[in-house]
């Protein structure tokens, strides 16, 4: 059984840094492709950040050069770190996994493509 594990995240004022983490347990294949999402009340899920099994990245533009995504390969684990956070940041943040896919491509932003879910973790930026 998969489990999709998140960590980080909490309550920064605006122009502040916080870094998430993801990790999956269980089966893990030799290759997948994940992305970063987040949800605002009232919102629909958007794609953050992408990353792929070799280590090419997408960003949504309103995140760009404020956001990385990485991930550590030989433990299956990936980090967004995000910086200069405003105030319409806030949102719940999810990562999700792709199984048996290296690369997400153009579909990286889209929810319905992916296998497994982490559990949420709540990012607040104050102003």
């Known amino acids: 059984q998969v489990q999709v594990v998140q960590s980080g995240g909490g309550s920064v004022q605006a122009g502040g840094s916080l870094r998430l983490s993801c990790v999956p347990s269980?089966?893990?294949?030799?290759?997948?492709?994940m992305g970063w999402f987040r949800q605002a009340p009232g919102n629909e899920r958007e794609g953050v950040a992408g990353?792929?099994?070799?280590?090419?990245?997408r960003y949504a533009d309103s995140v760009k050069g404020r956001f990385t995504v990485s991930k550590v390969n030989n433990k299956d684990l990936v980090y967004l770190e995000m910086n200069s956070l405003k105030p319409q940041d806030t949102a719940m943040y999810y990562c999700?996994?792709?199984?048996?896919?290296?690369?997400?491509?153009?579909?990286?932003?889209?929810?319905?493509?992916?296998?497994?879910w982490g559990q949420g973790t709540q990012v607040t930026v104050s102003s």
């Open positions: 990353i792929d099994f070799d280590g090419g990245t």
């Open positions: 999700a996994f792709r199984w048996d896919d290296t690369r997400c491509g153009s579909l990286w932003a889209s929810p319905d493509v992916y296998n497994y």
């Open positions: 269980g089966y893990v294949p030799r290759g997948y492709c």
